[in-house]
């Protein structure tokens, strides 16, 4: 699935943080939405992003945990 049309960065679940001045990169998955960091430039939220939807298909929930659920954000 592309970027939506009104998508400034090119990076599907991507999106610019006005007052961190950072880019946030989430994911969907089973009707939840996970935050998964942020970032000085989208080229690395969108990879994150793409490490994620990976592991949607394989262990998503165990990976999320480990990396993501307990680190300051």
Known sequence: MNPQSNNINGYKGVYWNKIQKKWFA???????????GSYDNPKDAGEIYL??????YTDFLEWYEKEFRNKDR
């Not at 490490?51 to 949607?56: E, L, P, Q, T």
């Open 26 to 36: 989430t994911i969907t998955f089973k009707g939840k939405t996970y935050y998964l």
């Open 51 to 56: 490490k994620a939807k990976v592991r949607i």
